[in-house]
């Protein structure tokens, strides 16, 4: 079936992408699961996190890793399962383990054990040589606060370190780092990292619809994207492409307002 043309779309930006990124939360997916995804969503992902440490704990994790890339979906396992490699000092297990999987893509965090941040640049550094690296500024711990000064530091070093983007920390939860307790965006925090760091070298995890809404309102339909649930990857790229209310009036022209609702 042909789809209609609406006019007045935002322009998407195309896979294998530099803007416009969705990564995808699998927080345990069966391979049947994973190939639903696959075939109703899977040309809107970029990348599927196996989030945390579930890939240890899950069964038959690579032939669900071999669904997703013949997707063309890159997957990495999650940054903590990284931490607690390098937390017992097993980094070469972790290397050995993660090409047992087949993947090409890592991600380096340090945002649940306490690690100097040169040594997290060499790790980047290190595996930005054979793995496309995805590293992850901000605390799992809604307690501990970083000034903006350091997350701006902290990212600029991380992708001159190597990093191919570097992620926002939010948890799947949403409420900590690029975000108040409530959920609501940390406003003032991400307008200074991105008076210093490209938008286009960042990824902003929002697992929340309203999160969503957000940064696609004030950054346009391609902004970076991550920790999206598999159910909302659909729904998310109606709210980048303005086809749900929430973005219904965001980038249709001036002169549609007469139609918004009072």
């Known amino acids: 079936m042909n789809k209609p043309i609406l006019p007045f779309l935002p322009e998407r930006s195309l896979k294998a992408r530099q803007t416009g990124i969705a990564m995808v939360m699998d927080k345990g997916l069966s391979v049947r699961e994973a190939e639903d995804f696959v075939e ?20 038959r994790v690579k032939d ?3 669904v997703y890339h013949n997707a063309n979906i890159r997957v990495y396992v999650g940054g903590t399962l990284f931490e ?35 040594v997290k640049c060499e790790y980047i550094n290190k595996l930005s040589k054979n793995y496309t690296v995805l590293s992850e500024v901000g605390s799992k711990e809604s307690g501990i606060l970083i000034a903006p000064a350091r997350w701006i530091e902290m990212m600029q070093k991380e992708l001159q370190a190597g990093a191919f983007k570097v992620i926002g920390e939010a948890r799947e939860s949403g409420n900590v780092g690029i975000y108040r307790s409530t959920g609501k965006a940390h406003v ?33 339909a391609n902004v970076n994207l991550g920790n999206i649930a598999p159910a909302d990857l659909i729904p998310l790229e109606t709210l980048r492409l303005g086809l749900r209310g929430d973005t219904f009036f965001s980038f249709l022209p001036a002169k549609f307002n007469k139609f918004k609702p009072k």
């Open 40 to 59: 109703t969503a899977g040309h809107l992902a970029d990348f599927v996190k196996l989030g945390f440490g579930t890939s240890l704990v899950g069964a």
């Open 64 to 66: 669900k890793v071999k």
């Open 84 to 118: 607690a490699f390098v937390v017992r000092n097993l980094f070469d297990d972790y290397l050995k383990y993660i090409d047992q999987l087949g993947l090409d893509t890592v991600e380096v965090s340090d945002g649940s054990m306490l690690m100097d941040h040169d």
């Open 188 to 220: 003032t925090l991400i307008n200074k990292i991105l008076a210093k760091v490209q938008g286009d070298k960042l990824l902003w995890e929002a697992p929340l619809k309203p999160q969503q809404v957000w940064f696609i309102q004030n950054f346009g």
